[in-house]
């Protein structure tokens, strides 16, 4: 770890003038010489880790008496963005009518853990490569950008398969972003401009060439809170991992359905453990829409979303356990009661 | 009586709590980078990032720049020590690399560079501003790697004296009615204990004390004394607790010794606390190892030959090798049996122990071919065990001291309810879960090492026993405390015990599950000695047998005597009949058949264990048997495990308590071993790459819902006075297998390469 000064940020302007005012030209976010912190749970990690080394922290923890509502009010859910893990996953509201959401965050990490990380914190957390992490790897392209990549041949079973480059295979490894994603959730962005929504689709950014850039964020903007229409009683997540508990998956998946007479007249799908972003199976979705569910229509579903996977040395059996998890999150959504 | 504390059964202790169970769980255990330091100077590792080659030059102007670092110490201004031998070769060291000697690399994570900071936060920030510019050559990782050598261990491991054989094994194979050939695989393991691997060194004088988790104090201080070319009288060690050991505490590591000289050099207090991830690079691990094991079988199930060759890792200039065929050739009757160990020279730092060593990974492959042949033969596993087990071991045609493997089989059978299992593989399920059920053998050397202790009494029967044990978890303290007490017929709390300190008499090291045996029997004697003292104070016209004496307590009586009649001895009136105040004796006690030199290696830091196949006229071990339930997901194929019993017999129980925890975790680490632990070398660069507890997984609670440990009642009066066989390494020797044979039972694949994971099932 390195010297850093503090600060605590009492409103969101005095947060987004910290932020922004250590901001250099051209530095992508994850370099930013300010970083914020808020559960703390992966910044500091990779600070002591030398990974990340910024010159500034900016304690947003104040923000959360306006920033952490769970409101799943009517037909929309409100989350702010400093609302803890643990809070959401026991609400009563979002068990109830997104349980995709709540089974998410109650599955990832530790109880621990959940107390402390925020939602915001946990879709920004960054990747568990072993390489990334370790700043004895010179050749990093996320760190280094350019210097190549330690894991394309080396050990990968954590891996992605799906949304790589020749750059990069850092799986992201989050559970709740693909809750978010499968719904169509907005991210709500405060900064200079003031407040801002986009979907979530667009918060990360696959690596292509430029794996040090993870996401649309810029330096000085803050997530604020997360936004889902409609209600998702018929949704599960299903994690696939080494351990029972305090584990990344090694495949997982958001899936929220609506069926009607039998009919699935919408379909989500999203996978977690297998992609280098949040990943969205929008060609499994297409194949579910208008159709009665079967074992063979899940099965299609499970092949059409792993599609365009790529394994490599150590993480191929990602493939075929990515489809068998979809097809089985399929067959529990389908077969719940509501 | 609770789970945690089972109702002791015939030749079992008290299960009293543990003497150090208070300070424990309030957090006023001092363990050794707790150990307050006058001024201390922080010390910060910096290792290399290549397995093989040379460091050509440091920049080290941006780590120098950093506020408060005092020096930075390399090769090129290193400390000048002597070298010390192996342990296995009459040293002390677990590894002949000696980092900050030269410019070469021997391994990954080697020491290349120690800086030393007024503060851990400076010498740690500095130490990640260390330019290192390095030639790199390639490195042989492990097995198939180009570059390796392979050799027989026989005549390159002083310890590895012989390959067991007898009969004709090939003729037997070739005319044996069913046969088994496979082939087995372990990981490289490493043992992570919660205590980092930290030193604290500071110089008085010319005197030296040195704080650091240690399963063998006098090995570390003859060791440390021998690099620094000092008189051992110099050197102290101390840690009255240790945060675990598993082996990875039972030899010297290079840091001592130099965290020791640049504390002289710069006259200061220097503690250490390296990474998690260096504890990866800067001590041993359990190296990987690779198995055939042949079998051949009468269609009754006898055994009539069996083949077992080892191939394990090793580094280039050290032949450590486990060679656990000592242990699979002589476990069941079988009248052909050949063996081979071989070493495998990688460019990687040494192995070293690590719990249960020979055992988990040799008895993997045996007790897996064990449950191969009982499919081969339609035979219920546990009845193969039954047909083949034997009093008498093949290899020399020793008895076994006792031997209650059998009995435990069906102790633990009944408690699983083994009954209920339907044979065919995958003929049990619940819901998305295939259900298995599997078991294997366990079994552990009974040994012990010569030992020294001080034992004083006062007149109010206040009792003090110093011995330099190791409490390394295990219950150490406790159970010295009870023998002590148990002796002299004083109340448990009047006791209080010292160790874990080499200015006390020497004891062997904490590892091969040798502690309780050793310790135990030598504060016996010498409480025995402060007996015979009052004894022959108070009655010298002695109207007692010698018989009597043995089993008269003589304080306060305890129940059990007073109703057998005897009478104890008036302590008040011993005293006084002595004419003095306190009763203070010092003994050393060797097992039967120790070498001559014992006692002269023991007050040098030398080991001499007796035991288990070595012994002259007998083979001693403790024996166990466990049962696992598996159930693995039709859907993930994610690998679960509900349920662990184990039963198991190891002579006298000092304390069901201890004894309870001891293999409740045993099981534990079986489990996590079969199916969560390996560190993965990224064979490029001969690196070890999940060196953190986020990726080097270990379980967790909902990883282990059920586990029940039973305890057979045992006795054996040929081993040590205590009669006790140790247990420390007896429960994760046989869940390897027994998790394997359950996966086999559950999907009826056989898997022979550790650890399993869900992408090694194809259901």
Same mark, same amino acid.
């Given at each position: 770890m390195r010297p850093f000064s503090y600060q605590r940020a009492t409103d969101p302007d005095m947060a987004v003038q910290a932020l922004s005012a250590a901001a250099a030209a051209n530095n992508p976010l994850t370099q930013a010489a300010a970083q914020p912190l808020a559960g703390g749970t992966t910044l500091i990690d990779l600070m002591k880790l030398d990974v990340m080394r910024p010159a500034a922290i900016v304690d947003i923890n104040p923000l959360a008496h306006g920033w952490s509502v769970i409101e799943p009010n009517g037909d929309n859910l409100r989350l702010g963005a400093l609302a803890k893990m643990s809070d959401v996953a026991a609400h009563d509201g979002i068990q109830r009518n997104y349980p995709v959401i709540a089974n998410s965050l109650k599955l990832a990490a530790s109880a621990q853990l959940r107390n402390m990380a925020t939602l915001g914190g946990n879709v920004m957390q960054r990747t568990r490569c072993s390489y990334f992490r370790d700043v004895s790897y010179e050749n990093c392209n996320k760190r280094h950008p350019g210097s190549g990549c330690a894991a394309m041949d080396g050990v990968n079973r954590m891996h992605a398969v799906l949304g790589i480059s020749d750059q990069c295979i850092a799986t992201y490894p989050g559970d709740f972003a693909q809750a978010l994603i499968a719904l169509d959730a907005t991210v709500e962005i405060t900064g200079k401009a003031g407040t801002r929504s986009m979907p979530f689709a667009q918060l990360h950014k696959a690596p292509g060439s430029t794996p040090d850039i993870e996401t649309?964020?810029?330096?000085?903007?803050?997530?604020?809170?997360?936004?889902?229409?409609?209600?998702?009683?018929?949704?599960?997540?299903?994690?696939?991992?080494?351990?029972?508990?305090?584990?990344?998956?090694?495949?997982?998946?958001?899936?929220?359905?609506?069926?009607?007479?039998?009919?699935?007249?919408?379909?989500?799908?999203?996978?977690?453990?297998?992609?280098?972003?949040?990943?969205?199976?929008?060609?499994?979705?297409?194949?579910?829409?208008?159709?009665?569910?079967?074992?063979?229509?899940?099965?299609?579903?499970?092949?059409?979303?792993?599609?365009?996977?790529?394994?490599?040395?150590?993480?191929?059996?990602?493939?075929?356990?990515?489809?068998?998890?979809?097809?089985?999150?399929?067959?529990?959504?389908?077969?719940?009661?509501? | 009586m609770t789970a945690a504390a089972p109702e002791p059964k015939i030749n079992m202790g008290q299960p009293v709590p543990r003497y150090d169970a208070v300070v424990k769980v309030t957090g006023r255990a001092t363990y050794a980078s707790d150990m307050p330091l006058a001024d201390p100077a922080y010390a910060f590792l910096v290792t290399s990032a290549i397995a093989k080659g040379r460091i050509d030059r440091f920049d080290l102007d941006d780590a120098r720049r950093v506020r408060g670092v005092i020096d930075i110490v390399t090769h090129e201004?290193?400390?000048?020590?002597? /070298?010390?031998?192996? @342990?296995?070769? *009459?040293?002390?060291? %677990?590894?002949?690399? &000696?980092?900050?000697?030269? #410019? +070469?690399?021997?391994?990954?994570?080697?020491?290349?560079?120690?800086?030393?900071?007024?503060?851990?936060?400076?010498?740690?920030?500095?130490?990640?501003?260390?330019?290192?510019?390095?030639?790199?050559?390639?490195?042989?990782?492990?097995?198939?790697?180009?570059?390796?050598?392979?050799?027989?261990?026989?005549?390159?491991?002083?310890?590895?004296?012989?390959?067991?054989?007898?009969?004709?094994?090939?003729?037997?194979?070739?005319?044996?009615?069913?046969?088994?050939?496979?082939?087995?695989?372990?990981?490289?393991?490493?043992?992570?204990?919660?205590?980092?691997?930290?030193?604290?060194?500071?110089?008085?004088?010319?005197?030296?004390?040195?704080? /650091?988790?240690?399963? @063998?104090?006098? *090995?570390?201080?003859? %060791?440390?004394?021998? &690099?620094?070319?000092?008189? #051992? +009288?110099?050197?102290?060690?101390?840690?009255?607790?240790?945060?675990?050991?598993?082996?990875?505490?039972?030899?010297?590591?290079?840091?001592?010794?130099?965290?020791?000289?640049?504390?002289?050099?710069?006259?200061?207090?220097?503690?250490?606390?390296?990474?998690?991830?260096?504890?990866?690079?800067?001590?041993?691990?359990?190296?990987?190892?690779?198995?055939?094991?042949?079998?051949?079988?009468?269609?009754?199930?006898?055994?009539?030959?069996?083949?077992?060759?080892?191939?394990?890792?090793?580094?280039?200039?050290?032949?450590?090798?486990v060679g656990g065929t000592k242990t699979t050739t002589r476990l069941y009757a079988c009248p052909n049996v050949d063996s081979l160990v071989s070493i495998v020279r990688a460019d990687r730092n040494t192995p070293g122990f690590m719990r249960s060593p020979p055992e988990v990974p040799y008895l993997f492959a045996l007790e897996s071919a064990m449950d191969e042949l009982a499919v081969k033969l339609n035979m219920d596993p546990v009845e193969l065990r039954r047909i083949n087990d034997t009093t008498v071991e093949p290899i020399g045609g020793k008895p076994y001291t006792s031997r209650s493997l059998m009995a435990c089989f069906d102790e633990a059978a009944k408690a699983f309810g083994w009954a209920q299992r339907s044979p065919q593989p995958k003929s049990m399920s619940d819901?998305?879960?295939?259900?298995?059920?599997?078991?294997?053998?366990?079994?552990?050397?009974?040994?012990?090492?010569?030992?020294?202790?001080?034992?004083?009494?006062?007149?109010?029967?206040?009792?003090?026993?110093?011995?330099?044990?190791?409490?390394?978890?295990?219950?150490?303290?406790?159970?010295?405390?009870?023998?002590?007490?148990?002796?002299?017929?004083?109340?448990?709390?009047?006791?209080?015990?010292?160790?874990?300190?080499?200015?006390?008499?020497?004891?062997?090291?904490?590892?091969?599950?040798?502690?309780?045996?050793?310790?135990?029997?030598?504060?016996?004697?010498?409480?025995?000695?402060?007996?015979?003292?009052?004894?022959?104070?108070?009655?010298?016209s002695q109207s007692l047998t010698d018989k009597a004496k043995e089993t008269v307590g003589i304080g306060q009586t305890p129940a059990t005597q007073a109703a057998k009649g005897d009478r104890p001895l008036d302590l008040e009136k011993a005293f006084d009949a002595l004419g003095v105040g306190v009763v203070e004796e010092y003994g050393e006690w060797k097992p039967e058949g120790a070498p001559l030199d014992s006692f002269r290696a023991m007050?040098?830091?030398?080991?001499?264990?007796?035991?288990?196949?070595?012994?002259?006229?007998?083979?001693?071990?403790?024996?166990?048997?466990?049962?696992?339930?598996?159930?693995?997901?039709?859907?993930?194929?994610?690998?679960?495990?509900?349920?662990?019993?184990?039963?198991?017999?190891?002579?006298?129980?000092?304390?069901?308590?201890?004894?309870?925890?001891?293999?409740?975790?045993?099981?534990?680490?079986?489990?996590?071993?079969?199916?969560?632990?390996?560190?993965?070398?990224?064979?490029?660069?001969?690196r070890y790459v999940n060196d953190n507890f986020a990726d080097y997984l270990v379980p967790v609670n909902a990883d282990v819902p059920g586990v029940e440990v039973i305890l057979l009642s045992e006795q054996d009066d040929h081993i040590n006075p205590a009669g006790v066989k140790g247990l420390g390494e007896l429960a994760n020797v046989g869940t390897n297998a027994a998790i394997c044979n359950a996966i086999y039972h559950a999907t009826g694949q056989r898997i022979r390469k550790l650890p399993v994971r869900l992408e090694n099932i194809e259901v």
């Open positions: 649309t964020l810029q330096p000085g903007e803050l997530i604020s809170a997360f936004a889902v229409s409609g209600r998702w009683p018929r949704s599960v997540y299903l994690k696939a991992r080494d351990r029972q508990s305090y584990e990344f998956a090694l495949s997982s998946a958001a899936v929220a359905l609506d069926v009607q007479d039998g009919t699935i007249k919408d379909a989500r799908v999203a996978l977690g453990g297998v992609a280098t972003v949040p990943w969205r199976a929008r060609e499994a979705e297409a194949l579910l829409k208008g159709q009665k569910f079967d074992e063979a229509l899940a099965q299609r579903a499970a092949d059409a979303a792993f599609a365009d996977a790529r394994g490599r040395r150590h993480n191929s059996f990602k493939i075929a356990l990515g489809k068998r998890v979809v097809a089985r999150a399929l067959q529990q959504a389908v077969t719940m009661e509501i | 201004n290193g400390p000048k020590l002597k /070298e010390s031998k192996l @342990f296995s070769n *009459g040293g002390y060291a %677990g590894t002949t690399i &000696q980092p900050l000697k030269s #410019a +070469d690399i021997a391994h990954d994570g080697q020491i290349i560079a120690v800086v030393i900071a007024e503060s851990y936060e400076a010498a740690r920030e500095a130490a990640n501003r260390v330019k290192v510019s390095y030639t790199a050559a390639a490195p042989s990782a492990t097995f198939d790697s180009p570059g390796t050598t392979i050799a027989a261990a026989k005549g390159q491991n002083a310890q590895f004296k012989e390959d067991p054989k007898v009969g004709n094994f090939a003729k037997a194979f070739e005319e044996a009615e069913v046969k088994l050939t496979a082939s087995y695989d372990t990981p490289t393991q490493h043992h992570n204990p919660m205590e980092l691997f930290s030193t604290s060194c500071a110089w008085m004088g010319d005197e030296l004390v040195i704080y /650091e988790p240690s399963q @063998f104090v006098y *090995g570390l201080k003859y %060791g440390v004394a021998e &690099q620094l070319g000092i008189d #051992a +009288d110099k050197v102290r060690v101390v840690n009255p607790y240790v945060g675990g050991g598993f082996g990875s505490r039972g030899s010297m590591t290079p840091r001592t010794a130099i965290i020791a000289s640049i504390a002289k050099r710069l006259s200061r207090p220097i503690k250490l606390v390296p990474t998690r991830d260096q504890g990866f690079t800067i001590t041993t691990y359990r190296a990987e190892t690779r198995h055939e094991i042949k079998l051949g079988a009468s269609r009754d199930g006898k055994l009539l030959a069996l083949k077992h060759e080892g191939a394990e890792i090793s580094s280039r200039p050290d032949a450590y090798c819901g998305d879960w295939l259900i298995g059920y599997g078991c294997a053998a366990t079994c552990y050397p009974t040994q012990m090492g010569p030992a020294a202790a001080r034992v004083r009494l006062q007149r109010d029967g206040r009792t003090r026993v110093e011995i330099a044990g190791h409490e390394i978890g295990t219950g150490a303290y406790t159970v010295v405390a009870q023998t002590a007490a148990e002796r002299l017929g004083v109340p448990l709390e009047k006791v209080a015990v010292f160790i874990g300190d080499s200015d006390l008499p020497p004891a062997p090291v904490a590892g091969g599950s040798n502690s309780t045996a050793s310790t135990c029997s030598v504060v016996m004697m010498v409480c025995d000695q402060i007996r015979q003292r009052l004894f022959k104070a108070a009655m010298p007050h040098s830091g030398q080991v001499r264990l007796v035991g288990g196949h070595a012994m002259k006229d007998q083979i001693a071990y403790a024996f166990g048997a466990e049962f696992v339930e598996v159930r693995v997901n039709r859907f993930t194929h994610e690998i679960r495990c509900p349920r662990l019993v184990g039963a198991f017999a190891a002579g006298r129980i000092m304390n069901p308590r201890t004894a309870r925890s001891q293999l409740m975790g045993g099981l534990i680490w079986g489990m996590s071993s079969a199916l969560l632990e390996a560190t993965d070398i990224d064979e490029r660069n001969a």
